[in-house]
């Protein structure tokens, strides 16, 4: 089967906050099959928002506030 993965570069809240609805949308009908959420935040506010999202999603951290690459699936 082939999957679907929408990749987003994320770093503001208020723009996660518009996407995110739209892309639980596109999960739960299973247009897209998995979220890769690269996380390019520059404030711990929007570092914690990003953490609050619900769902399976990948999250990837290339450097930054605090901690190296990470990879995380769901929680």
Known sequence: MKKNILITFA???????????????????????EWHVWDFTRNI???????????????IRPGGIEEPLIDVLGR
């Open 11 to 33: 770093g503001r809240k208020d723009r996660m906050k518009l996407l995110e609805k739209h892309v639980s949308s596109l999960l739960s009908k299973n247009i897209i099959h």
């Open 45 to 59: 506010d929007d570092k914690d928002y990003l953490s609050k999202i619900p769902g399976e999603i990948k999250y």
